[in-house]
C-alpha cells in the first residue's frame, strides 16, 4: 500500500488514481463517497492528497491560500462615513425644497401687497421680512454643504427681549412681536417632535409654554 501511495504522491498525480487508490486502502466510506463523486479540481485534489498522507502515518500538507479581507474596524468607519454623507445629502436636498417653497410664498406676498387690505398689508410685510431672514439663513447652511460636505445644524432664534413692557408697545411693534413669537413657537414645536431631540423635551416644552403664553397676552392686546 505504501509504495503505491508513495509512487502516486511523486508523480503527476492522476486524480482517477488516487480515487482508486483511496477507494482501496482508505477507511472512511464517506469520503469514498465523496472522492468517487466529485469532479477534479484543485479543492477535491488537495483533499485526496491529504487524505492520502494520512494513510501513510505521516504529516499531511495542505495548501494554504491567502486570502485579503479588509479590516473590520476600517470597512465599518467607510460605511459610516458614506452612511453620514448620505444622509447630509438628503437634509441638504430637503433645506434646498424649503428654500425654494419660502421663496414662492414671498414672491406671493410681494405680489399681492397692493390688492390686500392696509391691515393685511402690514402683516404680509413683516411675514415678507421674517421668510427673508430665514431663506438667508438657510442659503448660508447649503452653501456651507457645498463647500464642506456637511450641512451645519439650525440655529435657534435668539430671543430679543423689548425694551419695554407689552403695554407700552405700538400697534405696529406688536405685530411684529406676534410673527417673531409664531416663529419661535413653530420652532420649539419641531424640536418636541424630533426623536433625537427626546433628552431636551423638556426644556423644549418649557420654551413653548412660555412662548404660547406671551403670544397670547399680545393676541388681547390687539385690537
Known amino acids: 500500500m505504501n509504495n503505491e501511495i508513495n509512487s502516486w504522491l511523486n508523480s503527476e498525480r492522476d486524480y482517477a488514481i488516487g480515487v482508486q487508490l483511496y477507494s482501496r486502502f482508505g477507511q472512511s466510506q464517506n469520503m469514498k463517497r465523496i472522492f468517487e463523486r ?63 417653497s419660502k421663496l414662492k410664498i414671498r414672491d406671493h406676498l410681494h ?28 442659503y448660508e447652511r447649503h452653501e456651507h454643504f457645498k463647500i464642506h460636505g456637511v450641512l451645519p445644524p439650525e440655529q435657534e432664534n435668539k430671543e430679543v427681549v423689548p425694551d419695554k413692557s407689552l403695554t407700552d408697545l405700538s400697534e405696529a411693534e406688536l405685530l411684529r412681536r406676534r410673527s417673531n413669537i409664531r416663529s419661535k413657537i413653530s420652532y420649539y414645536k419641531k424640536q418636541i417632535g424630533l426623536p433625537e431631540k427626546a433628552a431636551s423635551i423638556i426644556y423644549n416644552a418649557g420654551c413653548l409654554s412660555k412662548w404660547e403664553a406671551q403670544l397670547s397676552q399680545i393676541l ?3 385690537p
Open 38 to 100: 466529485s469532479d477534479q479540481s484543485e479543492t477535491s485534489t488537495e483533499n485526496l492528497i491529504y487524505e492520502l498522507e494520512k494513510l501513510l502515518h505521516v504529516s499531511p500538507t495542505r495548501t494554504t491560500r491567502s486570502v485579503t479581507v479588509m479590516p473590520p474596524p476600517i470597512a465599518t468607519i467607510a460605511n459610516q462615513q458614506v452612511g453620514n454623507l448620505n444622509a447630509h445629502s438628503r437634509d441638504d436636498k430637503l433645506l434646498f425644497d424649503q428654500i425654494k
Open 220 to 222: 388681547q392686546l390687539l
Open 111 to 138: 405680489a399681492t401687497l397692493e390688492h390686500v387690505s392696509q391691515d393685511q398689508r402690514r402683516l404680509n410685510a413683516l411675514q415678507i421680512l421674517d421668510l427673508s431672514d430665514e431663506i438667508t439663513k438657510a
